[in-house]
Structure formats: C-alpha cells, structure tokens
C-alpha cells in the first residue's frame, strides 16, 4: 500500500493544486486502502465522498507534492472522523458512578473490565467495585472475581440463580453505603443479537442509570463489527467505546466503521490479554495504521528539525579536508540521533510493517545504548578523543571505570568507532552531505 502511495504521490508532482481529475486515482487508492483494512463499504463511501470535497481545489503549499497533500488530508479526515484528542471515562455523577459494559461474548468484557478497573484506580484514583450480572456462565462471575483481584479492586458477589437486575441493585446499594466511587457492571454475552438479552441489559440500564455506557467491541470483527454497532446503538445511549484485541488486528478498519456508526468515541483500545493491556486510543496514530503509512509528513519534518544543518555542513567539510573523523564527531552523531525526538517516537511515526520489526524493548535498549555510549566518550580526555589510537590497555580501564562499564564495551565502541571512521573516508564528505539531504536536512 504504501509503494502505491508513493507511486501516486510521483504522479501527482509537478501539478500545483488538487483538481477533479488528479484527485480521482489518489481516491481509488484510499478506497482500496480502507477496504483492504476492512472498513465497512457505507463507511468507506461516505469517508471519500468527504476527503473529496475537502481537497479539491485545495492549494498545495510550499514544498509538498499534491499527492503529499492528498495523503495529509486523508489521514487527517481519518483521525478526525475517529474522533480528535483523546477522551477519558467520564465520572461525572453522584458517586458511585456507574459503567455498564455491553457487547457481544467474547469481545472482553470482562478483562476490560478489570483493566478499567486498575486505570481507574491507578490514574484517577478511585475506589471501585465491579459485579458480574453474567448469570449464564457460572465461570464468568468466577472469571471477574479472579481479574478484578488482578486490578486490586473490589469484587461483589453474585451467583447463577440470581436474576441480573437484582444482582445490579444490591450490588449499587453496597457501593453507595461503603463510599465506592465506582460501580463497574460487567453484563452477560451476547453470541449473536438476540432480543431476550437485549430487552435485560436495556432494563439493567435504565435501573442502574449508569453515566457511561461502554459498547466493548473485538476489533479483529472488521467490517461486521457495523452491524454489532447499531444494534448496540439502537438499543442504549452508548456513550463510548472499548475496542479490545488491536494487537491481533493488523488492519485496524473496526475503529473507523463502528465510530461513524455509533457516533461515540473510542475511549480505550485493548492491547494485550494482561491486566494492564489497555490503552488511551490515539486516532491519530490508528488513523496511520489503517493506511498502513504512518505519519509520513511528521516523519519528515521531525528529521528535518532534529538534523543540524550547520553542524552536517561542517562535518562534511572537515571529512573533505583529510582532517579526519575522531571520536567528538563520533559523540556528535550520537547526539544528534537522540535529538531527533528519541528513536521511540520517531518508530511511532513509521509504518506499521517497518514499525512492527523493531519491538518496544528493541527501542528502549538502543536508547540506552546510546547514554551508555556518551557515557563513555565522556569519560575521555580531549586529546584521547581527537586521537583515539592513544588509547591503550591503561587508559581503557581507565574509561571504562569512569564510565561505570567493562572494559569489553569500551572496545566495542572503539570497534563501532573505526568502522564509521572508515565509511566516512570513503563518502569523503560529498557522500554525506547527500546522506543528510536524503534525510531531509
Ligand atoms: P467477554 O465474553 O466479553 O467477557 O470476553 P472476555 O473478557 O472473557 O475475553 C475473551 C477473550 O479475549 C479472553 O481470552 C481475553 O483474554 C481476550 N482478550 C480480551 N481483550 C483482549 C485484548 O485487548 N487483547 C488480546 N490479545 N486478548 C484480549
Ligand atoms: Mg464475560
């Protein structure tokens, strides 16, 4: 997908302004895009119908391409229609504030649930109860008293023979006498819609008055989450919604369908089976994984600024005179790597298959990699950093205790050091200048 965009964004250049027939191919593209994502086809109509109207005869400023253009508008209309900032649980209500989860089984209710449970005691630090009115399952209730031990919450009782509503109340009477700030409401599995359980969470609902309403949905259900979504819709005031399992979803169109449709926002997205899988969601950032780009433009942007120009230039320079690329350059490098907004966020940016190589851990290793290598430049003198070959046996135990590491890193920096040290004699100078420039300095 994304060859194909940079394809269209080639075809595009040269033309100064998104007109009617440029804009047709580069709409045939996000089409295709959202569909292979596995965004329901009414949503995809109405999104390019909008994207349309948006671009034409829209000016394309300063250096960017209109298919650059194009692409911006598309992932902005994306994370837009996902819902813009981010938007927490709202407890707005007499305590105890109730959520009532709803969806279909299986969607994870009840570990998002528990997992709310510890956000909400963790980050909004709240006393919460939770009660499972999951009365079809005996091991649901069981299911909710294990995980919401996990959150460290508090867990209500309730057995199969009670009837839900029941269950509910006394579970409500208990929070409000011992001072819960929230009530979470688990509910029972729906396999399918079915009009018996529809008609109990609408009466669990109306008893309970809760103050969020929280449709939980699987986004691995793609497209046919649309149809899980209205009939949810129709039968409560959704106030928001959970999409659970995104780690296991690589396409990322449940986001975009079930929002239009519902017209709520996406509060929270699943992002593991553990207790603290669970994360504030980032339209933005779904919004380039669904086009499977990433934030592209940022990218380039985020390069440009963090790369000194000046500071390039003089490298360049210094490399063309002969004068020799020694270990303050070296240091330079590394600086500069950590000014460009850290490796981590610079990955955030990438595209989701570029992105999914390198692991978070991955990230955080070469981050402290870098410190540890500063660390020990830091410990040279000046004259042993303008010339690295003084560094013998002595002086290497030296740095290393300076540096508070084995002698074995120092000389696998000084390895890394003469091995860069060479591909710069090579490139002398020209090559890395076009090196910078390619990065966009
Ligand atoms: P419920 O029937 O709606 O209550 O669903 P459960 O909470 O029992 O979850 C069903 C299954 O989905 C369980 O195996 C969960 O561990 C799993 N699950 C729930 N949320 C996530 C998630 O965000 N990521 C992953 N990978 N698994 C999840
Ligand atoms: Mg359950």
Request: glycine share 8%.
């Amino acid at each position: 997908l994304t060859e194909k965009f940079s394809r269209l964004v080639k075809t595009m250049s040269g033309q100064a302004r998104i007109t009617e027939s440029n804009v047709q191919d580069m709409l045939r593209e996000v089409r295709m895009a959202l569909l292979e994502a596995d965004v329901a086809l009414p949503v995809v109509r109405d999104f390019v119908a909008r994207v349309k109207e948006k671009a034409l005869g829209q000016e394309v400023l300063g250096s960017l391409k209109p298919g650059q253009a194009l692409v911006g508008i598309v992932n902005r209309e994306l994370a837009a229609t996902m819902g813009e900032g981010v938007s927490d649980i709202n407890l707005a209500a007499q305590p105890p504030a109730v959520i009532l989860m709803a969806g279909l089984q299986g969607a994870g209710k009840t570990t998002t649930t528990a997992k709310l449970a510890k956000h909400l005691i963790e980050k909004r630090k709240k006393k919460v109860l939770t009660v499972s009115g999951d009365v079809y399952r005996p091991a649901a209730i069981e299911q909710l008293k294990t995980v919401t031990r996990q959150a460290g919450a508090e867990w209500f009782p309730s057995t199969p023979d009670q009837k839900p509503l029941d269950i509910a109340r006394a579970a409500l009477d208990h929070a409000r006498r011992h001072y819960f700030d929230v009530l979470l409401v688990d509910t029972a599995g729906r396999l399918a819609i079915d009009e018996v359980l529809m008609a109990e969470i609408k009466q669990l609902h109306a008893a309970l008055d809760p103050v969020e309403t929280l449709f939980v949905v699987d986004a691995m259900q793609g497209q046919d989450a649309v149809n899980t979504a209205k009939a949810f819709k129709e039968a409560l005031p959704l106030t928001g919604i959970i999409l659970t399992k995104t780690d296991g979803d690589s396409r990322g169109g449940a986001a975009l369908s079930v929002r239009q449709v519902t017209g709520v926002p996406i509060k929270f997205a699943g992002v593991s089976e553990k207790i603290d899988g669970l994360e504030v969601f980032d339209a933005e950032r779904h919004a380039g994984r669904i086009l499977g780009m990433g934030d592209i433009v940022a990218l380039v942007e985020q390069v440009t600024a963090g790369v000194d120009v000046a500071a390039a230039q003089k490298l360049a320079a210094k490399v063309k005179s002969g004068a020799g690329f020694d270990l303050n350059d070296f240091l330079g490098q590394l600086q500069q790597m950590k000014q460009m907004g850290g490796l981590s966020s610079l990955m955030d940016k990438l595209p989701t298959q570029m992105a999914a190589k390198a692991s978070e851990a991955d990230l955080s290793r070469a981050e402290r990699d870098i410190r540890r290598k500063e660390g020990i430049i830091n410990s040279m003198t000046p004259l042993e950093r303008r010339k690295p070959e003084l560094l013998k046996a002595t002086r290497k135990r030296r740095i290393a205790a300076g540096a508070g590491v084995q002698v074995q890193e120092v000389n696998r920096l000084l390895n890394e050091f003469e091995q860069m040290q060479g591909m710069m004699k090579k490139m002398k100078g020209g090559g890395l200048m076009k090196m910078m420039k390619r990065m966009g300095g």
